[in-house]
T-cell receptor, first 110, second 111 residues
């Protein structure tokens, strides 16, 4: 069953603005990952945050994790047209099984 | 994106056809996965192989038959599919149970 759920389902922003999306999950996790998918292509791993971490940065990406609220957020700063994609959070169900949400579709307008 | 390759990239088949999807990983990983992605639905894990042994068969219909001849190659054999099987099929690999790296996918259309 689906563990993570992203919010909002879709987001449209102007180039240069920040984009924030959230992920909520139901059961305890060891780690949470964010992936990006360009239209009709494979998923690209962006960042992994462990359950004992609260915040992590990678370039223009900032991920937070609040295990007490069972939620995570992904912030993309200074967005570019190339950031247009769907973004998915994935939580570990067991050692090898990830549970993906339905994703947030981000459109960056020039 | 050349770490995990998938062929073909697009496939159209009739319900009585037999076809196979191929996945190859060049990352030296020892685990491989098949996922199904349907429109507006979360990714569904279908099969997992670790060291060429199947460790997960996620209630997938028998018309989908996986094969993992070695740690670099994974196949998905398809026969007598249904139109609702039309989807993007994604292959992924990982080293043990680490970060999964995905291929570009095969867009399958069943007529």
């Amino acid at each position: 069953s689906q563990q993570g759920e992203e919010d909002p389902q879709a987001l449209s922003i102007q180039e240069g603005e920040n984009a924030t999306m959230n992920c909520s999950y139901k059961t305890s996790i060891n780690n949470l990952q964010w992936y990006r998918q360009n239209s009709g292509r494979g998923l690209v791993h962006l960042i992994l945050i462990r359950s004992n971490e609260r915040e992590k940065h990678s370039g223009r990406l900032r991920v937070t994790l609040d295990t007490s609220k069972k939620s995570s957020s992904l912030l993309i700063t200074a967005s570019r047209a190339a950031d247009t994609a769907s973004y998915f959070c994935a939580t570990d169900v067991n050692d090898y099984k990830l549970s993906f949400g339905a994703g947030t579709t981000v459109t960056v307008r020039a | 994106e050349t770490g995990v390759t998938q062929t073909p990239r697009h496939l159209v088949m009739g319900m009585t056809n037999k076809k196979s999807l191929k996945c190859e990983q060049h990352l030296g990983h020892n685990a491989m996965y098949w996922y199904k992605q349907s429109a507006k639905k979360p990714l569904e894990l279908m099969f997992v192989y670790s060291l060429e042994e199947r460790v997960e068969n996620n209630s997938v219909p028998s018309r989908f038959s996986p094969e993992c001849p070695n740690s670099s190659h994974l196949f998905l054999h398809l026969h007598t599919l249904q139109p609702e099987d039309s989807a993007l099929y994604l292959c992924a690999s990982s080293q043990e149970w680490g970060t999964q790296y995905f291929g570009p996918g095969t867009r399958l259309t069943v007529l």
